[in-house]
Antibody, heavy 127, light 110 residues
Framework: EVQLLESGGGLVQPGGSLRLSCAAS????????MSWVRQAPGKGLEWVSA????????YYADSVKGRFTISRDNSKNTLYLQMNSLRAEDTAVYYC????????????????????WGKGTTVTVSS | QSALTQPASVSGSPGQSITISCTGT?????????VSWYQQHPGKAPKLMIY???NRPSGVSNRFSGSKSGNTASLTISGLQAEDEADYYC??????????FGTGTKVTVL
């Protein structure tokens, strides 16, 4: 079974740092782009960042560029999000998600679509 | 990058059809066919319902269909069922190589 399990969330003061992890299982992790998507309390989804399967290409939303860094360790089947200079508006549930792949057609979406999501980890930025 | 614009809420009776719009710009929805729709039930992770504007992943009911005209994409749910009550988000690839989600629409089954 394909599974994603986020960890590393918690309470942090404004200006502080946090590193989120996402442990993947049940699929060939290195073959898939991965993304982080967040959802502030009672709000909508916001795409945060994505990374290619090899880790050689990364993409960021303007709201986190220069503060967050996405990375992956394919030997450990783990995705990371290093978050620095945290602000109150970064408070959210952070989901990791796997790029969509259709086993019947062989269609692979790169990071444009996400077909498996974790349950999320909560980040609260507050003094 | 501003969020794509969706109506806050849409409602319908069981068996009816409803349509949710998603309006962007020529730099996102209008410029690419990388438009998708996600369903999210309360407290749950999102589920991919439509990709490439109008394609359904395996296992998604054919009651869900997508389309696009200009800068506006649409999701239609036909034969509305109680289990369709959820939040729905559109998403699009953008000219900045980023993704942008819509503001979200709460679907209520009357």
């Amino acid at each position: 079974e394909v599974q994603l399990l986020e960890s590393g969330g918690g309470l942090v003061q404004p200006g502080g740092s946090l590193r989120l992890s996402c442990a993947a299982s049940g699929f060939t992790f290195s073959s898939y782009a991965m993304s982080w998507v967040r959802q502030a309390p009672g709000k909508g989804l916001e795409w945060v960042s994505a990374i290619s399967g090899s880790g050689g290409s990364t993409y960021y939303a303007d709201s986190v560029k220069g503060r967050f860094t996405i990375s992956r360790d394919n030997s450990k089947n783990t995705l990371y999000l290093q978050m620095n200079s945290l602000r109150a508006e970064d408070t959210a549930v952070y989901y990791c998600a796997k790029a969509y792949y259709d086993i019947l057609t062989g269609y692979y979406s790169y990071y444009y679509y996400m077909d498996v999501w974790g349950k999320g980890t909560t980040v609260t930025v507050s003094s | 990058q501003s969020a794509l614009t969706q109506p806050a809420s849409v409602s319908g009776s069981p068996g009816q059809s409803i349509t949710i719009s998603c309006t962007g710009t020529s730099s996102d929805v209008g410029g690419y066919n990388y438009v998708s729709w996600y369903q999210q039930h309360p407290g749950k992770a999102p589920k991919l319902m439509i990709y490439d504007v109008s394609n359904r992943p395996s296992g998604v009911s054919n009651r869900f269909s997508g389309s696009k005209s200009g800068n506006t994409a649409s999701l239609t749910i036909s034969g509305l069922q109680a289990e369709d009550e959820a939040d729905y988000y559109c998403s699009s690839y953008t000219s900045s190589s980023t993704l942008v989600f819509g503001t979200g629409t709460k679907v209520t089954v009357l």
